[in-house]
């Protein structure tokens, strides 16, 4: 059993940072997360261990610590200042390429374009995106470009972890439906995740199984599930080296491993070592070959 792990894969300077600036503030003095700092359970456990609260970025109520922190998915700019209103200091996490999409949609609004947004409507980033923006379209689906107005100028933008393709396929399909409007694209997918997609590829054209590491509610990760699995490749998505089980490798020649971009170092140092420790177990139990082709002529 080979074992590849994809040439970009794991933790992103943007959550890097947040979690740098979050550790940093907490160590200062008591802190409120306002939501999930990034969707990573292991970084929620490390952050309770350094006392760090969690409140809802939408309760005024919900924090009772003087600082605050927006989370690296960011927020509506009415929501920051709701927070600094009521006396907190605030710690802004925000990704710097999800700054980059707020204001490329508020430069589309003030431009006269009806805003659009592609991407999932309850997720915090989209949720932040349109806090300010009460008339912005959220669409993940063709089906939901039918909620779109008429409108003489469109201007889209995507939540950062959304697949590139979706994201074209998708604007190819509101300028067929609208065709009698100007429609503007700005590209808002982030650098890392576009990386990680391609990386994907790789594993796909090279492996049978593919791992993929990472929160179970973080998009990203999902989305790298979700390819690896219509690439045809036998697909399992966890969140820590325990979940690995030696039975679903039985039949595996080349596993490709990659990691969502909230994903630490230390998990994919410790899923590879997992895995090589079930090469070496596979390696080691009689008849293995002769269960891989029983299982193969199945």
Sequence with gaps: MNI????????????????????????????????????????????????ARRGDLEDLGSASTHQVAITAHGAADSHRQAWKNAGHAVIDTTCPLVRKAHHALATLVSDGYQPVVIGQRQHVEVRGLIGDFPQAVVVLEEADIDQIPAHPSLGIVSQTT????????????????????????????CHPTKQRQTALDDLIRDCDHIVVIGGRNS??????????????????????????????????????????????????????QRLRQIAAELRSVPGHEFLRAMLQAA
């Design 4 to 51: 590849l792990l994809a040439q970009h894969h794991g933790m992103c300077f943007g959550v890097r940072d947040a979690l740098r600036a979050t550790h940093a503030a907490a160590q200062r003095g008591p802190l409120t997360i306002l939501g999930q700092l990034v969707h990573n359970p292991i970084v929620d456990r490390h952050l309770s261990a350094v006392g």
């Design 219 to 272: 998009n990203n990760t999902r989305q790298l599930a979700q390819k690896a699995t219509a690439g045809g490749r036998a697909t399992l998505q966890i969140e820590q080296a325990e979940e690995l089980d030696p039975e679903w490798f039985v039949d595996a020649h080349n596993v490709g491993v990659t990691a969502g971009t909230s994903t630490l170092d230390e998990t994919v140092d410790a899923v590879m």
């Design 162 to 189: 959304q697949p590139i393709e979706r994201a074209l396929r998708l604007v190819d399909a509101i300028k067929r439906c609208h065709r009698s409007s100007e429609v503007r694209f700005i590209d808002t997918i």
